[in-house]
Nanobody
Framework: VQLQASGGGLVQPGGSLRLSCAAS????????MGWYRQAPGKQRELAAT???????NYADSVKGRFTISRDNAKNTVYLQMNSLKPEDTAVYSC???????????????WGQGTLVTVSS
């Protein structure tokens, strides 16, 4: 199973970016998916998660500005980031709980990370 993230880049404060992350490979079911971020010199933290049924959870620092969504048919999770601030600068990594067959346990997979830089 591979998670391929895309959409990072340089954006000015107040701008927007949309991240995408697609899971591929031998997949029976994808449960929760999410985005985590790690700023320079800091520990990785949760940004947002979404369950297979669409229930969402956000870090307080991004509530009202970020929106997580998913396309279950494409095994893809998105993160729409609006009103970006310099403190949102970080490497954003996607995560997915994947079951490869009904006889195998559910495992956690991580994407390679995509850099988001918010700067004027």
């Amino acid at each position: 199973v591979q998670l391929q993230a895309s959409g990072g880049g340089l954006v000015q404060p107040g701008g927007s970016l949309r991240l995408s992350c697609a899971a591929s490979g031998s997949i029976f079911r994808v449960d929760a998916m999410g985005w985590y971020r790690q700023a320079p010199g800091k520990q990785r933290e949760l940004a947002a998660t979404i369950s297979s049924s669409g229930a969402t959870n956000y870090a307080d620092s991004v509530k009202g500005r970020f929106t997580i969504s998913r396309d279950n048919a494409k095994n893809t999770v998105y993160l729409q980031m609006n009103s970006l601030k310099p403190e949102d600068t970080a490497v954003y990594s996607c995560n997915a709980e994947v079951t490869q067959s009904r006889w195998l346990p559910r495992l956690n997979y991580w994407g390679q990370g995509t850099l988001v830089t918010v700067s004027s």
